[in-house]
């Protein structure tokens, strides 16, 4: 006997699958409805393997993988629609942030808020500040904020330097911006690390007389350089960042502006003009010293001093 009900259910599946489209293949229980679905219907196509269940509130319109898009509107579903924001990486990430592996959906949601846990969902309660929330489409921080957040959260300073610098070289955000915003996110997370790297990445080349590297060579024990010292080479005079009297050694320490255009052929050319004269050249970009100091310091140790140092102490993060 023919089932009567069958081309309703095709129409209704379609209905369905093209709103679902908007949310990364996934809806809630409450949209199912306002389209047509009882909760018996829904609990048909679960049983008959054509959609799963995500939680309480969540359905996956398909048996296989739920994709990134899906699993960040699960989160703020299962958390707390209308409450719960996506935050921190995860949100750099739905706007295009690559590099940066994360396993949880981060969300944050304000800090008196009452949420279920979730599987695979990080909850972080946060005081909300005027112009975070974005107002269309899927409900996440700006990118500023997020990008705060997202070091603050990190597991490790080198993961806090990692998200601050690939934010900005992927133009989600400027450092500037950035910094403008770290004065009105209050995060609790390793603040002091935030602020620098925030301005080694808005200051670029700007931030060795900040620096103060010869601080930093008493700190190691190393001899007190020259900065600023002036070459003239083939291609005109250049003036050298840090060079040691009595030494072949010189260190460039390059900022965010290095990383920019065409400033890496132009540091390579000024590099070689150096090297080709018997000088030793370390380069030293300003946000690796942050996260890596000991090491770097150590390699400069060694080629002031002409010969190995010891094994540089345990690194941050």
Excluded: K
């Excluded at 359905?59 to 209308?82: F, I, K, P, Q, Y």
């Excluded at 007190?224 to 060079?243: E, F, N, S």
């Amino acid at each position: 006997m023919p089932d009567v009900h069958r081309p309703a259910r095709r129409l209704l599946r379609r209905a369905a699958a093209a709103a679902a489209e908007e949310f990364g293949g996934v809806l809630t229980m409450r949209r199912l409805a306002g389209l047509g679905y009882d909760h018996s219907a829904i609990r048909r196509e679960i049983d008959g393997d054509r959609w799963q269940r995500l939680g309480t509130h969540t359905v996956a319109l398909h048996t296989g993988g739920v994709s990134d898009e899906g699993r960040r509107w699960r989160a703020v579903w299962e958390v707390a629609e209308g409450v719960a924001l996506v935050d921190g990486v995860s949100s750099l990430q739905a706007v295009g942030l690559t590099g940066y592996h994360e396993p949880v959906v981060h969300v944050s949601v304000p800090r008196n808020a009452q949420c279920p846990e979730a599987d695979g969902v990080r909850i972080h309660r946060v005081t909300r500040t005027p112009g975070e929330v974005q107002s269309c489409g899927l409900p996440r921080t700006a990118p500023e904020v997020a990008t705060l957040r997202a070091a603050a959260w990190a597991r490790s300073d080198r993961q806090a330097a990692l998200v601050l610098c690939l934010a900005v070289q992927q133009r989600l955000t400027t450092g500037h911006r950035l910094l403008s915003t770290f004065r009105v996110v209050r995060n609790r997370g390793r603040r002091p690390f935030v602020r620098q790297v925030l301005r080694d990445v808005a200051d670029g080349a700007q931030s060795l007389g900040e620096l103060d590297f010869a601080v930093l060579c008493r700190r190691y024990d190393i001899p007190p350089p020259h900065r600023q010292v002036l070459r003239r080479t083939a291609r005109g005079r250049i003036y050298l960042d840090v060079r040691w009297a009595g030494s072949r050694l010189v260190v460039e320490i390059d900022g965010a502006g290095h990383r920019v255009g065409l400033s890496v052929t132009d540091d390579n050319l000024r590099q070689n003009e150096v090297s080709l004269t018997g000088d030793v050249v370390l380069r030293i970009d300003l946000v690796g010293l942050r996260v890596h100091e000991p090491a770097f310091m150590a390699q400069v140790r060694s080629g002031v001093l002409g010969r190995p140092t010891p094994p540089p102490p345990a690194e941050r993060g």
